[in-house]
């Protein structure tokens, strides 16, 4: 160990040693709550006059290129707080504090800010989208599948029809191929890649950063689509008590409970708790199926932060239990099978994460500094879906080190490092069993070069998997800013991910199909290119905002999942012939009035893979989609109004034609239409919210085929290609504590 940690070293000192030539030392700082002393993450800093600014950090740290001449005046802006202004005579010999006052404490003035739930981005590199707190707030939003129902770039559905487990598809693709994490911490992957999203509370969700197109070389090789970055909640910003109180007409209860605790003036830490009950029997369909199954889940999280002096540390450490029992109506809990209950599904996750970072800037060098992260992971399952029985186990560590730099007098930054990721899985399915080791260290560099209206991103991964050998990933972005408001984009990328065969079909689980294996899974490879064009303008005394993104990406290598060479078996082979996705998406916001915004989408996807020799649709992704998103906040911002209306149109099913005709399925699912409605009320401390989802009880009515006979030949679970239950109304209260106002 000793020896791998000084090789560790040793190589970032070469780093360092590489890039020691910096040019002008940035103004650097921190920015801060004037009332309670609380460092401001994302606040605008610049210099008056000028288009240079950058943003605070996570922390509340800014580091903004030196100006053209002395003296200049520093101007720092956050929605919420009075706009400050500084004049500097000189370069500053220290950092530099700004206090930010909130807009309450000038009574005489009423200054009121409004900002969009979704935030399409001018200022990144890469195509991305922000889905802040206020998103998130416009539907019940109780777990992380449940946060992308008034966006278009995810969509998120059942697997099956027993087992209540949900996946999502970006750019056309499974979620698989799009890197899910916390904080760019890998996090959704190995065996919780079939129920990980619904093991993420909403309420522990500050924001969600959606970036299309393969991801950066210091993220990790596996953004093939694109990255859905989790923040969470910040310790240092957060309320001492935060309670959501939720339930449902289908039976569904929810608590969330946060409380955070002042360490002293620069450290918190926050607990996080909660917990999800649902035990009602429902089967609206009547095909003696349960719509939903039974679920029981306890999620808890404890998270520290300390930052101060450029020096942050953060360690949170969660347990997960949850529980899942569903099937037939009447089930047999401890047999496979009785005389009236011939199938049950029995679902056990339990899961605990640690993760940390620090990150310090040098003291003698605002442009310079230096970032640890480490995640470690405990995931037990144990799965029944009848006879079938498939259980695992996974211990996995990642460890990274980056160093990053700013040069050319602030304008350009170096990123480099290296990164250890360890998975060891052991898994059983009926009567066999398999294991699997891997070990994957990875080296990465990555230079933004900004000059004049250009900008870009150019990294290069290597890792070496020891299983599959090495495999080396370039990426890169580009961004033209056209003006102030109006950018262009592009980008390329190759990224590369192992597979998890079983869990990643386990909705096929729920099914009497046979698994075949015909080929050794090898790693799943594939390049994406693409680009898009944001505008964003005033019309009509409104203000516009006007996207158009287009990506495609080709598999080289892809470890092939057919349910269409016999509907009783699943098919698993390699790639032989051409795989690839197309994905086209536009969008447009306005704001109508000053209380109203409405935000349209339309999005088509072209998605193909080699079938047996023969290029075919791939099953359950619609060509079409279309969004009509309406936001209505009153002028006091007392009330909220939201309504969401999805478009969905049809798509392939794989075909059943061999059974006899008492069990097919059509060869297209219809298309249909989803519409979500809420509507909150805030009064001091309290929000009070009631809402509705799928108003048009759109959906497939008819799920399982032979449900009449679960331990026969033709019953099949896995073939869901619309939402499985109908309309339901929902509703439920927040309470915030403030902390109590202080005198500057």
């Known amino acids: 160990m000793k020896q791998q940690l000084d090789k560790t070293f040793l190589i970032l000192a070469l780093l360092w040693s590489w890039t020691a030539a910096a040019q002008d030392v940035p103004v650097t700082g921190t920015v801060r709550s004037a009332a309670d002393g609380a460092l401001l993450p994302y606040a605008t800093v610049g210099w008056a006059g000028t288009v240079t600014a950058t943003t605070t950090d996570t922390a509340g740290h800014f580091a903004l290129p030196a100006p053209a001449s002395w003296p200049a005046t520093l101007i720092t802006r956050m929605v919420g707080f009075i706009t400050d202004s500084i004049t500097l005579a000189a370069q500053p010999e220290a950092g530099t504090a700004v206090a930010l006052r909130p ?91 079939s129920s990980g999203l619904t093991l993420i509370p909403g309420t522990w969700i500050n924001e969600i950063n959606l970036s299309k197109g393969a991801g950066t070389a210091v993220n990790g090789p596996n953004a093939i689509t694109g990255q859905i970055d989790l923040c969470l909640v910040n310790p240092l910003n957060e309320p001492p008590l935060f309670v959501n109180l939720y339930g449902n007409s289908q039976g569904r209860a929810e608590l969330n409970v946060h409380a955070r605790q002042r360490l002293g003036e620069h450290a918190a830490n926050l607990v996080l708790v909660h917990g999800n009950w649902f035990g009602n029997e429902m089967d609206g369909n009547r095909d003696g199926f349960l719509d939903m199954p039974l679920s029981r889940r306890i999620n808890v999280m404890d998270r520290f932060m300390f930052s101060r002096d450029g020096r942050t540390t953060q360690v949170a450490v969660r347990h997960v239990e ?35 970072k620090h990150g310090f800037v040098f003291r003698n060098d605002g442009t310079r500094s230096v970032g640890f992260v480490t995640a470690l992971r405990r995931h037990d399952l144990a799965a029944r879906f009848g006879l079938r029985r498939h259980e695992g186990a996974q211990r996995s560590g990642y460890v990274s080190g980056i160093y990053q730099q700013l040069a050319r007098g602030g304008k350009d930054q170096l990123k480099a490092g290296i990164s250890l990721q360890v998975d060891d899985y052991e898994e059983v399915f009926m009567d066999s069993s398999f294991a699997r080791n891997e070990v994957m260290p990875g080296l990465f560099t990555e230079y933004t070069l900004a000059t004049g209206d250009v900008s870009v991103v150019a990294g290069l991964r290597a890792d070496h998997n020891s299983w599959y050998g090495t495999v080396v990933s370039p990426r890169l972005h580009a961004k033209w800013d056209l003006g102030p408001l109006t950018v262009l984009r592009a980008s390329a990328g190759h990224g590369f991910r192992s597979t998890n065969p079983l869990v990643e079909n386990a909705g096929a689980l729920a099914s009497s199909r046979r698994v075949v294996v015909e080929d050794e899974p090898g790693l799943e490879r594939a390049w994406t290119v693409g680009g898009g064009a944001l505008h964003k ?114 798509a392939r099913i794989p075909t059943t034609d061999a059974n006899p005709e008492a069990y097919r399925f059509p060869h297209r699912s219809p298309a249909y239409a989803t519409l979500h409605a809420q509507v909150t009320f805030v009064w001091r401390a309290w929000e009070f919210y009631l809402g509705g989802e799928n108003l048009t009880s759109a959906g497939q009515q008819r799920q399982i085929i032979a449900p009449e006979d679960p331990l026969g030949p033709y019953f099949d679970a896995s073939l869901i290609w619309g939402p499985t239950v109908g309309a339901m109304a929902y509703g439920g209260l927040r309470f915030t504590l403030r902390p109590k106002p202080t005198t500057p």
């Open 103 to 193: 807009v309450g404490q000038l009574k005489e003035v009423n200054v009121v800010a409004r900002t969009q739930g979704t935030m399409l981005s001018t200022r990144s590199i890469l195509s991305q989208e922000q889905l802040g707190v206020k998103e998130l707030k416009r539907a019940a939003c109780c777990d992380l599948s449940e946060s992308f129902e008034t966006n278009a770039t995810v969509d998120v559905s059942f697997s099956d029809a027993v087992s209540g487990t949900k996946v999502l598809r970006m750019m056309g693709l499974d979620g698989k191929y799009a890197q899910l994490s916390v904080e760019n911490l890998p996090f959704v992957r190995g065996l919780s890649s």
């Open 537 to 650: 303008f005033r019309w009509l005394d409104r203000k516009w905002a006007v996207g158009l993104d287009a990506f495609h990406t080709r598999f080289t290598h892809q470890l092939v999942t057919d349910l269409d060479r016999s509907p009783d078996r699943l098919v698993l082979y390699m790639l032989d012939g051409p795989s690839y996705a197309t994905s086209v998406l536009a969008d447009v916001q306005v704001e109508l009035v000053r209380t109203l915004d409405l935000k349209l989408s339309y999005r088509w996807y072209e998605v193909a893979t080699t079938y047996d020799g023969v290029l075919r649709e791939r099953p359950f992704t619609p060509a079409h989609r279309g969004l009509v998103d309406l936001a209505w906040n009153s002028p006091n911002e007392r009330w909220r109004a939201d309504a969401s209306l999805n478009l969905f149109g049809t």
């Open 322 to 356: 949850d529980i899942r029992e569903g099937g037939s109506t009447f089930r047999h809990v401890e047999g496979g099978g009785g005389p009236n209950v011939p199938y049950a599904v029995d679902i056990r996750n339990t899961m605990t994460d640690l993760l940390a």
